[in-house]
């Protein structure tokens, strides 16, 4: 059976939200320098994804912030935690993460890492303090990606756009 044939239920993930479920479905997002997550719990297929765009709120207090799902650090934890509210043991994860691409292309004097990197840097560094380790990952680069996420099955469905010309000189 192919992976889009499957008759799921098909979610789409808009930037700045996450989906926690214990039920089937299939979570489609469209990732460019944005960065998703994937959890799941194989014994359960407990799955939960998450769409962040900037990499880390600063510490404003992600419970109480209201836009604290589109950042990378705040839409992890955040998952995590209702997992774990499902009673799922964060040892038993598989974990994934994808995007932090660099589409867009914007030259200037200062060499501050690209949204993109620091959306991966975020990530990365999240899922090691809470002890999570990616199993498999498709970050940086230059071109944008689709992903379908399976929650029945934990499987990844990636796709990597065509790089767009859009250039943005300062």
């Given at each position: 059976m192919k992976f889009m044939e499957m008759g799921?239920?098909?979610v789409f993930l808009?930037?700045?939200e996450v989906y926690v479920t214990e039920k089937p479905a299939l979570i489609k997002t469209v990732l460019g320098s944005c960065v998703s997550v994937t959890l799941f719990e194989p014994g359960r297929c407990v799955g939960a994804m998450c769409h962040?765009?900037?990499p880390d709120?600063?510490?404003k207090g992600c419970r109480d912030c209201p836009e604290r799902l589109k950042f990378v650090t705040c839409s992890v934890k955040y998952i995590l935690n209702k997992m774990q509210e499902k009673g799922v043991n964060a040892r038993n994860l598989e974990?994934?993460?994808?995007?932090?691409?660099?589409?867009?292309t914007y030259r200037d004097n200062n060499t501050k890492a690209s949204v993109g990197k620091q959306n991966i840097e975020a990530a990365l560094k999240i899922?090691?303090?809470l002890g999570l380790e990616?199993?498999?990952?498709?970050?940086?680069?230059?071109r944008g990606r689709k992903i379908f996420f399976n929650t029945l099955t934990g499987e990844v469905l990636l796709k990597k756009l065509r790089k767009t010309?859009?250039?943005?000189?300062?």
């Open positions: 799921l239920p098909l808009k930037p700045g962040g765009m900037l709120c600063g510490g974990v994934k993460a994808f995007g932090g691409g660099d589409v867009l899922l090691d303090s990616p199993v498999t990952s498709d970050l940086g680069g230059d010309a859009v250039e943005f000189v300062d």
